[in-house]
Protein backbone atom coordinates (compact mmCIF):
# COMPACT_ATOMS: atom_id res chain seq x y z
CA UNK A 1 0.00 0.00 0.00
CA UNK A 2 1.15 3.13 -0.24
CA UNK A 3 -0.34 7.00 0.51
CA UNK A 4 -1.30 9.63 -1.36
CA UNK A 5 -1.37 12.65 0.44
CA UNK A 6 -3.79 16.04 -0.07
CA UNK A 7 -1.61 18.98 0.18
CA UNK A 8 -2.05 22.87 -0.82
CA UNK A 9 -0.42 22.29 -4.37
CA UNK A 10 -1.98 19.18 -4.76
CA UNK A 11 -2.15 15.30 -4.25
CA UNK A 12 1.30 13.44 -4.13
CA UNK A 13 2.24 9.70 -3.28
CA UNK A 14 3.95 10.15 0.08
CA UNK A 15 6.48 7.33 -0.30
CA UNK A 16 7.38 7.40 3.42
CA UNK A 17 4.08 8.26 5.26
CA UNK A 18 5.79 11.63 6.61
CA UNK A 19 3.67 14.13 4.88
CA UNK A 20 1.08 16.10 6.60
CA UNK A 21 -2.53 16.79 5.05
CA UNK A 22 -5.49 14.30 4.40
CA UNK A 23 -4.52 11.20 3.01
CA UNK A 24 -5.62 7.70 1.58
CA UNK A 25 -3.90 4.59 0.19
CA UNK A 26 -3.49 2.86 -2.35
CA UNK A 27 -2.66 -0.71 -2.68
CA UNK A 28 -0.24 -0.73 -5.92
CA UNK A 29 -1.44 -3.70 -7.46
CA UNK A 30 -2.21 -3.05 -11.40
CA UNK A 31 -6.10 -3.88 -11.25
CA UNK A 32 -6.24 -1.59 -8.08
CA UNK A 33 -4.34 0.72 -10.11
CA UNK A 34 -6.42 1.10 -13.26
CA UNK A 35 -10.02 0.94 -10.78
CA UNK A 36 -8.52 4.12 -9.11
CA UNK A 37 -7.93 5.73 -12.72
CA UNK A 38 -11.16 4.69 -14.20
CA UNK A 39 -12.82 5.89 -10.85
CA UNK A 40 -16.52 7.47 -11.65
CA UNK A 41 -17.09 10.02 -8.20
CA UNK A 42 -16.36 13.61 -8.44
CA UNK A 43 -14.74 13.27 -4.31
CA UNK A 44 -12.48 11.14 -3.26
CA UNK A 45 -13.57 11.31 0.96
CA UNK A 46 -10.05 9.88 2.39
CA UNK A 47 -8.21 13.08 0.48
CA UNK A 48 -11.26 15.67 0.86
CA UNK A 49 -11.22 16.66 -2.74
CA UNK A 50 -11.75 15.18 -6.26
CA UNK A 51 -9.14 14.48 -8.85
CA UNK A 52 -9.85 14.65 -12.61
CA UNK A 53 -8.19 11.70 -14.69
CA UNK A 54 -5.31 13.20 -15.95
CA UNK A 55 -4.32 13.35 -12.39
CA UNK A 56 -5.05 10.22 -11.30
CA UNK A 57 -3.22 8.65 -14.05
CA UNK A 58 0.27 10.74 -13.31
CA UNK A 59 -0.24 9.72 -9.92
CA UNK A 60 -0.43 6.29 -11.22
CA UNK A 61 2.42 6.67 -13.90
CA UNK A 62 4.54 7.64 -11.48
CA UNK A 63 3.83 5.05 -8.99
CA UNK A 64 4.53 2.46 -12.05
CA UNK A 65 7.70 4.16 -12.50
CA UNK A 66 9.09 3.93 -8.78
CA UNK A 67 7.74 0.06 -9.27
CA UNK A 68 8.84 -1.08 -12.14
CA UNK A 69 10.42 1.20 -14.93
CA UNK A 70 8.37 1.44 -18.36
CA UNK A 71 5.16 0.08 -16.64
CA UNK A 72 2.97 2.88 -16.50
CA UNK A 73 -1.12 3.23 -17.82
CA UNK A 74 -1.66 5.38 -20.79
Request: proline residues 3%; aromatic residues 6%.
Amino acid sequence: MVRLAALPGGVCVDRRGTLGGRGGYLHVRRECLEKFVKARVSRFTSLGRGLDRTERVNLVNMLAGWLAPNRGLQ
